[in-house]
């Protein structure tokens, strides 16, 4: 079945810029969604269909997809936004539907 | 306002049987499928099936086949997952979520737009 590919961990400093990517064969050719949960918390969905972003969620969220690599951005990083996040791809060629990132850690330092 | 709400933690011995409920409210319940995900102390997340609330159909993940129900009742707008011989490995968090649709050239996929609060299942002797 279908493999995505996140980096455990992602650090950055209050104000930079986090990019967290996640990687998969063609994901170009998918939608890709991504999800952050803090601790002790649901799931929350933050970028749908690559770059979309849900009512509620700020601008400083994005995200972009292109060949094998996704990419969530987070703009003007804010300690509250130190979580980990999930990104998302629906595989209707096998019974395995929906497969997840494994996750990535955002620290803020 | 789209709210799923889910039953409460549960304990349970290996080879029980653990049944989660997920009501939701604020949409038209048979319009979306509501997926299970769980997840695992300190892991990530696990897709396990889906139900059409519309139908029951269902599709499991391979790895929960023969030990998964996904069931719901129309009348109270609730989903359920049963999961049945319980080992330890079991003990997760378990979450509801309702799937929205994305439409892309010549096909149909779903992201999750809103998620249950979560159900603790502890699998221990």
């Known amino acids: 079945s279908y493999v995505l590919t996140q980096p455990p961990s992602v650090s950055v400093a209050p104000g930079q810029t986090a990019r967290i990517t996640c990687g998969g064969n063609?994901?170009?050719?998918?939608?890709v969604h991504w999800y952050q949960q803090k601790p002790g918390q649901a799931p929350v969905l933050v970028v749908y269909d690559d770059s979309d972003r849900p009512s509620g969620i700020p601008e400083r969220f994005s995200g972009s997809n292109s060949g094998n690599t996704a990419t969530l951005t987070i703009s003007r990083v804010e300690a509250g936004d130190e979580a980990d996040y999930y990104c998302?791809?629906?595989?209707?060629?096998?019974?395995?539907?929906?497969?997840f990132g494994g996750g990535t850690k955002l620290t803020v330092l | 306002q789209v709210q799923l709400v889910q039953s409460g933690a549960e304990v349970k011995k290996p080879g029980a049987s653990v049944k989660v409920s997920c009501k939701a409210s604020g949409y038209t319940f048979t319009g979306y499928y509501m997926h299970w995900v769980r997840q695992a102390p300190g892991q990530g997340l696990e897709w396990m099936g889906r139900?059409?609330?519309?139908?029951?159909?269902?599709n499991y993940a391979q790895k929960f086949q023969g030990r998964v129900t996904m069931t719901r009742d129309t009348s109270i707008s609730t989903a359920y997952m049963e999961l049945s011989r319980l080992r330890s490995d079991d003990t997760a968090v378990y979450y509801c979520a309702r799937a929205d649709i994305v439409v892309v050239p010549a096909a149909i996929e779903y992201y999750f737009d809103y998620w249950g609060q979560g159900t603790l299942v502890t699998v221990s002797s």
């Open positions: 998302q791809v629906w595989d209707s060629s096998s019974d395995h539907l929906v497969v």
């Open positions: 063609n994901i170009g050719s998918k939608s």
């Open positions: 139900i059409n609330p519309n139908s029951g159909g269902t």
